[in-house]
């Protein structure tokens, strides 16, 4: 019980800290790579442009198919091999929207592969383009279907962001050893980082269950 | 004038020739109606006259355009075609994530580029032909498919079209919610407006069609009167079909 003597305001501060970064990259690589995503997942369901369906798809396979934390660090060593000059947090940020945009891609493509051709036939019919049926028609349809598969990535993805702290990234698990060893409370430590990787995770797949059943409801 | 100038359409599914050298016309304000067994291209032609298929060999114009084999079927003039060529669906094909107001006025917001308000006003009347105006809020899974049907005719109606193409829009329905549907098709069919219909319905074809065209085989091997057609056919296979049907 001498860990709660031992661990002090500023040491949980020091944790908090390490969470907003976690959040923050977590938030960086599902805004950025949703958008690499809905890109790469058009042009990987896209059936008349084969050019475009085979680079996603090599995208996808490379993302999907190479460690994440082997792309960390290859994304780590890469820009000073090439003469970048650009910080760790950046370079780990590219790697993480990357690594998002194959998956969210690949969520997308099934979204939108879920939906009848018969409703792409329907907004041709009435005079749709392209990207007015998808805007209107396909998109709002297969949302409904991905929402549970985003919501489990994003669970994933925030608790995969741990393996940032092996470059030096002051993350929620780095925060944790950090304390850990200079306070000497290590049970304390990682337990708090656990309870609040929980707290993060928990209403997300709250959301993501309401969400599922909302749509559910309307489909009803 | 003529709307639809169809001339020795071919299309292959794979090794399938399912159109061998189709030719027909179909003049403005006339109704005709295709009858055939299934297999023998019906549908396919429906689908080549807005050219939601494209075609291997012939030519169709339609209203003006010509539709040539081997087209991209995301041309921008075959937008604007399509625009004005109504599509009725054996499945209704209604979007269900939206109200049968949105459904009907969608097309017209972003299409046609009407106003909001303008375009529900449009959409609440054309629900209103088609006897649904009670039923503008719900979404299609909350109506019944004679209901969904009737939507899906409004929403064709409210782009105003030239040509309304009709592929077998009562063979999903119950028999006693084809009735309502055949209703609103007649009406449609007597205010002048241009029809292709698919259709097994022998009563709706006599009281309604200026014309039959039989199928078999991808090609049309009786063409006329509707009662002359249904009653008096020359050919084994039609009067095989019609006293099946019957």
Redesign the interface.
Known sequence: MGEFARFGFNDLLYLVRGAYTTIQLCGIAFLFGGLLGIIVGIARSNH?ITAFRWIAGVYIEIFRGVPLLLQLIIGYFAPSVLGWDISVFLAVSIVLCLYTGAYLGEIFRSGLESIHK??W??????????F?SLR??II??GV?VIIPSIIGFLVALVKAICLVSILNVVDLTLAAQRVAVRAYVPLLAMGSAALIYFVICYPLSKIGQRLEAQSKR??? | MIMVEIKEVHKSFRDLHVLRGISMDVREGESVVIMGPSGSGKSTLLRCINYLEPIDAGSIRVDGELLTPKMSTRLAKLHKLRERIGFVFQRFNLFPHLTALDNVSLALKIVKKIGPEQAEEIAIRCLEQVGLKDKISSYPDQLSGGQQQRVAIARCLAMEPRLILLDEITSALDPELIKEVLEVLARVSRSGMTMIIITHELKFAKESADRICFFYNGKIIEEGAPEQIIESSQTAEAKRFFQALT
Do not use: F, I, N
């Open positions: 008349k018969e409703q036939e329907a907004a041709s019919s009435l005079g749709m383009k392209y007015q209107y028609v709002p349809q409904r309307s489909e009803a």
